[in-house]
């Protein structure tokens, strides 16, 4: 069968189809791929169909692919131990454009069989002075690299690269060990060593392994291995370093501090500026100028508030404010104390800032310095978490429910129209908790009741006797000083009360004797319906509902 084009004869390579293939290599033998030059040999190597690559060997054993790969390298790097002995003669110590060997692609690829096969090729070096154990290392193909080692340990490439650094870098732990004797020695042309490779990549082993003989080198700008891991936020190497490197600094005058300012790594900075807050570059630059450089608006102000905070002169913020307007709950932690008190040119304190946007962690800090202060227009801080109808930093203040602002009010004076709303409810139970005698509190609870009730009928004039006999009642039964619920409660009772009384009060009979009005409520259940001479023979039973009673509201009308 006669092939028309080179797709269906690499299809007919890649299917092994050996009659077809025999049949048409006169005509496609030597074909190359259009995308990387590769030829129906390499194919083949690469699905490891053995007879296809005997059929093609003598026909295409000299071709590469437009990188300059040969068929015995694709073998290598997928571990094909027999085609790499079908190759070997003809195609061993070829090397591609960049000067790679088929050892250094089964190196790569930790195929340490083949490596075996093709040993004569070590201590050859790539155009770049790479060998093919400095590719198992940086590849993390750690058995690779332990079958090289004999071979080719101790080559270092013209910019003073070797396998010992190229673990370093991987993180490889096991391999460092195994090289350090060797070329643990070695930095690289720029002055860097192992153990600056190994901060700069976060390896805290290799650093703990490194520091006690690498400690304090410096690169040739002066740079130190706790700087690479400051720049890259590794702290627990930072952490590892900082006794023995903290204070130096590079041939610019800058310190690992100043450096993890300039990369914004938080962590290295909070742990750093303890160490090198007072050093400063050789253009007189210290902390502050590197942090107010950066995009981030938290780098600055965590630098701010380590070094005791600011203040702008524009708007009067202090750092601490600055931070609650910004919710960096971090920065308000270490100003809190230190820079609290303290009133903006709007006349606003931080408390304030913190009340507006309700973020409640950041009040709770806020509250023990700020929480009683009044702003300029004599606000407390409980009042401004009512005007903004903030429930749950109402929560937090109504402590300070006594507290009188500027024009001699408290909070629950601003909740005129929100009466038996959440915050007045919060306001008042507080009032009644904290205040021995609850006159104050009783009275703004029945001045809230006289409002509902004024709301609850068109016709408020003929409610209003009954308003008074239940204050008298209420009142008697819920503030008295041996006795005390909380507003939810009475607010229950009383709006029950109202729900299951008609107007007409003195027309409602007693269920029981069916004569007399029913003037006692009975509770739970809050039905008025009975007489105060038959509730001795209830058994303590609701005659309308059956729900025991356990309490009486007896309202007497003269």
Known sequence: MELEDKFSWFNACRAGILNIISENLPKFAGSRDDVFGATALMMACHDNNVEVVRLLLEHEREIVDSNGKTALMI?????????VGLLKPYQLCMRRNNGQTALMHAAAHNQTEVIQD?????????????????????????????????????????????????????????????????????????????????????????????????????????????????????????ELLAPMEARMQDDEGRTALLHAIHKEKEQCVCFLINLERDLLDKKGHGPMYYAQQQNSNHIRLLVAGHLGGELDSETGDTTLIQAVKAGYIDVVEMLKDTQCGHRNQAGMYAINYAIALNHLPILSLLIPTEGKLLNRDGYSALTYAVAFGHDDAVQLLKDDVWLLDGTGHRALDYCQGLYFSPTYILLYESLCRTHPAYCAATLDFFRGLSHFVDQYSADAASVRPLVMAIIDAVGDTFFCADFHLPVTQAIDTVLGILEETTLEVHDMQCCVCIDRPAHSVLLPCRHMCVCAECIQTLNRRCPYCQVRVESIVSISFE
């Not at 002075?129 to 940086?138: E, F, K, R």
Request: proline fraction near 3%; glycine fraction near 10%; charge should be negative.
């Open 75 to 83: 073998a290598a790097e997928h571990g094909h131990r027999e085609l």
């Open 118 to 238: 093709l040993i004569d090729e070590a201590g050859k070096v790539d155009c770049n002075g790479w060998t093919a154990l400095m590719y198992a290392v940086w590849r993390n193909a750690t058995s690779a690299a332990l079958e090289l080692l004999p071979f080719e340990v101790g080559i270092v490439t013209p910019n003073q690269e070797c396998a010992f650094l190229c673990a370093c870098d991987a993180g490889n732990t096991r391999l460092v060990e195994r090289l350090i004797e060797k070329e643990g020695h070695i930095a690289i042309a720029t002055g860097e060593t192992g153990l600056h490779l190994a901060a700069r990549n976060g390896s805290t082993k290799i650093v703990q392994i490194l520091s006690p003989s690498l400690g304090r080198s410096v690169t040739k700008k002066g740079q130190t291995a706790l700087m690479y891991a400051a720049m890259d936020g590794h702290l627990p190497i930072v």
